[in-house]
């Protein structure tokens, strides 16, 4: 797979965790639910925290910690079927789409008691596009927001002069303190849901300009608008943080949130053991004896990821070009025992492009669905023979184990369900990747996608024509046409019926063959509460840690 920050960020495994609320009753009078004396909660970071900054922000160890403490505009809702108001109160729609005019909050200040202002969303996502920032989600604002496209491409160096008067061409206003107006480069159904990523959270000019890029690593001057804000920051150890006594919602029953650093799974799991921790993330390794273990598992629950995994064809050279072989391949695959012994139970079985939990996941494209009898009906449709197929080779990263046990498990699958005697071929990573970007390969796996936002517009862009992404060469000009279509359609059922059709074609083309969709693991004390779980969670409760609470233990 080629390497790209947007491409698979998903092999290590991390999300989302549920939790029951109880509630106390007593001689006929309503009682709140009793609370521990204690209220402070911890929780596992997998790693340190490079920056707290929304604009430098990236991997779930960090946002993990910048959603506590900042608020964009909206906030996704834990299903995921939409989102609601966060610092935003409200906002309206127009120009047939292409034009957001945001109504802040009034009372929302920040964490010292400035009030939130629509000029410093303007600075916050002039910083996203930026091209001196390189916000690592800056091209999803840059590709939207009108204009983005030209500004992000200016060189740091040889444009500087002009990079401040650009920044101001583009579709960001501020109406008045608290309308903050957004302009598109075309309607995007899709754009709700970048003003609810954590990147798009307010940055203050004021603070960034006296203190400079070390203004988000020091709790004095990491000013934030969250419910929470810093107080500790130690390197590779913890990152506290208290309720922001100036937030503009109800004020939180944890009275603090200890991140604590643990990067390995093993030493995660003796501290939850030892009661050190109230929420880890379960690593591959330490997930069959959590399993095993009577006592541990009851505070085991799973949640899909919004992450998938395939194995690729080459669709445009011989034998791969066959779309026949290509079903017969995806279905001669047992998805169920490659979950068991791949995953050791840390996924589920994926038939379809989009993932469980996600809207426009859809059960019913039977076309890659394991069946032995088909896969062989297939095979023989296809007009090729066992022996024709005798130097089929599957390429594969030899330094992952990942990689090595996904190529004997498909070696082995295509054996046994087709007769087929495929040829594995283990190459380090930088020559896999130039094979793969070269199309020197016949099927190469695995491969996949971990979505940045939940819309399928995050997702379709893979296999278009004209994408880098898309090495496995598929080009069907009607798929194109429905991502297109579908990609600026403001008519939501339109829109779910043209991404619908085109599922459906990449189902059935087959340039990939899917596998299985990542499940995230976390053990959580019984005593945590209030707990929503979402598969974008980066912790349990990620979205709405105000609602947690510690119940008496």
């Known amino acids: 797979m080629i390497p790209s920050s947007r491409l698979l960020r998903a092999v290590a495994l991390a999300l989302v965790v549920l939790a029951s609320v109880t509630a106390c009753n007593s001689g006929g009078l309503t009682q709140g639910p009793k609370l521990a004396s204690d209220q402070a909660l911890r929780v596992l970071l997998t790693d340190q925290p490079g920056s707290l900054d929304p604009g430098q922000t990236q991997y779930a160890y960090e946002t993990a910690v910048l959603r506590a403490i900042s608020e964009p505009l909206l906030k996704p809702l834990a299903d995921l079927t939409g989102v609601v108001p966060a610092a935003a109160q409200s906002y309206d729609v127009a120009n047939g789409g292409s034009v957001f005019v945001f109504h802040l909050r009034p009372s929302a200040e920040y964490s010292d008691g400035t009030p939130v202002k629509a000029q410093d969303f303007v600075y916050a996502w002039q910083r996203l596009i930026d091209p001196r920032l390189a916000s690592p989600e800056g091209t999803f604002f840059a590709g939207t927001i009108l204009n983005g496209d030209k500004v992000s491409v200016l060189d740091p160096q040889r444009d500087a002069a002009s990079i401040d008067a650009a920044l101001n061409t583009l579709g960001l206003k501020a109406l008045d303190d608290y309308t903050f107006q957004v302009t598109l480069s075309r309607p995007d159904p899709a754009f709700i849901w970048l003003a609810a990523m954590p990147a798009a959270a307010p940055v203050r000019q004021d603070i960034v300009k006296k203190n400079g890029d070390k203004w988000a690593t020091s709790p004095d001057t990491l000013i934030t608008n969250g419910p929470f804000k810093v107080t500790e920051m130690v390197p590779n150890d913890h990152i506290t943080v208290v309720p922001n006594p100036h937030y503009w919602g109800a004020r939180p029953t944890l009275t603090s949130i200890n991140f604590v650093v643990v990067n390995d799974g093993a030493a995660a799991l003796s501290k939850y053991k030892g009661g050190a921790l109230d929420e880890i993330a379960v690593q591959p390794a330490q997930a069959s004896s959590v399993a095993g273990d009577a006592s541990l598992k009851q505070n085991l629950v799973r949640t899909p990821d919004l992450t998938e995994f395939w194995i690729t064809f080459r669709v445009n050279a011989s034998p791969t070009n066959?779309?026949?072989?290509?079903?017969?391949?995806?279905?001669?695959?047992?998805?169920?025992?490659?979950v068991a012994q791949i995953f050791q139970g840390q996924g589920t079985p994926a038939e379809t492009f989009i993932p469980k939990g996600m809207h426009g996941y859809s059960s019913s494209l039977p076309a890659q669905r394991f069946d032995v009898a088909q896969a062989r009906a297939s095979l023989a449709a296809s007009g090729l023979s066992a022996s024709q197929l005798a130097t089929l080779t599957f390429s594969y990263d030899q330094t992952s184990d990942f990689g090595k046990a996904t190529a004997n498990f498909i070696h082995d699958q295509l054996k046994t369900n087709l007769g087929l005697?495929?040829?594995?071929?283990?190459?380090?990573?930088?020559?896999?990747?130039?094979?793969?970007?070269?199309?020197?390969?016949?099927?190469?796996?695995?491969?996949?996608?971990?979505?940045?936002?939940?819309?399928?517009?995050?997702?379709?862009?893979?296999?278009?024509?004209?994408?880098s992404n898309n090495i496995a060469f598929y080009q069907n000009q009607q798929y194109d046409n429905f991502v297109r279509v579908a990609r600026t359609d403001v008519q939501p059922d339109r829109r779910d019926q043209e991404y619908q059709q085109a599922q459906q074609m990449l189902v059935d083309d087959a340039p990939v063959a899917f596998l299985a969709q990542s499940v995230s693991w976390y053990l959580v004390r019984p005593y945590v509460r209030g707990i929503t779980t979402s598969p974008v969670d980066e912790w349990p409760g990620a979205l709405d840690p105000a609602q947690i609470s510690i119940a008496p233990h």
Do not use: C, E
């Not at 040829?423 to 970007?437: E, I």
């Open 322 to 338: 066959n779309a026949k072989l290509r079903l017969a391949i995806a279905q001669a695959i047992d998805r169920d025992a490659f």
């Open 421 to 467: 005697n495929i040829v594995l071929q283990g190459l380090d990573t930088n020559t896999l990747a130039s094979n793969l970007g070269n199309g020197n390969f016949q099927l190469a796996g695995p491969m996949g996608w971990s979505a940045d936002y939940p819309d399928p517009a995050d997702w379709y862009d893979y296999f278009l024509t004209t994408s």
